[in-house]
């Protein structure tokens, strides 16, 4: 295999299609598919974890952009139960991604991924804003929002709501608005 010209870009994006393929991330397996020598990643992250925070935040600012352009003009509760859906459909397309950045802990090590977090939350709370003026309100929507949105991923992305009688899909938006429109009261 003729060498790459090796890019950090192009060693994330690599890595996430590992990742995405089912396969561990490892500097190896990565230099493997850029046909280079693993010892030539080192240019680029000082070890495995960088790697793997900077895929991290890689994925956030993919979500972030998408959902910014999905969710554009929306406010209120449905602006929020359509940022959540959005959110939980990319979340679990690419459910072996999703793992990785569940996994790894929250950390201001790394800019890139306090960043893309801050971006999202930012998102989050502005839309928030649309529906709750107090600061508590939107707090406690914010956390509803996030328990409810990952933890539906998780169960759904790792087969536990099985039963098909009520398809996951259908009762995630009414049980989030339930609890969105208990929050104002």
């Known amino acids: 295999m003729p060498r790459q010209i090796l890019s950090k870009q192009k060693i994330i994006e690599t890595s996430v299609s590992l990742i995405e393929s089912g396969s561990e991330l490892s500097f190896s397996l990565v230099a493997q598919q850029l046909g280079t020598r693993s010892q030539a990643l080192y240019s680029y992250f000082s070890n495995q974890q960088e790697l793997s925070y900077c895929v991290v935040a890689w994925a956030i600012n993919q979500v972030s952009q998408q959902l ?59 839309l928030l804003a649309t529906e709750y003026s107090e600061p508590k309100q939107q707090l406690i929507a914010s956390r509803y929002l996030r328990d409810l949105t990952i933890g539906d991923i998780v169960n ?20 989030l608005e339930q609890v969105l429109k208990n929050i104002a009261n």
Do not use: C
């Open 156 to 175: 759904v992305g790792t087969g536990w709501f099985a039963d098909k009688s009520l398809p996951a899909d259908k009762s995630f938006p009414k049980m």
């Open 68 to 126: 910014q352009q999905k969710i554009f003009g929306q406010t209120g509760i449905k602006g929020i139960i359509a940022l959540a859906t959005e959110f939980r459909t990319l979340a679990l397309k690419h459910f072996k991604l999703t793992q990785l950045v569940l996994k790894m802990p929250r950390t201001n090590a790394y800019p890139e991924v306090t960043a893309a977090f801050e971006e999202l939350r930012s998102l989050i709370n502005q």
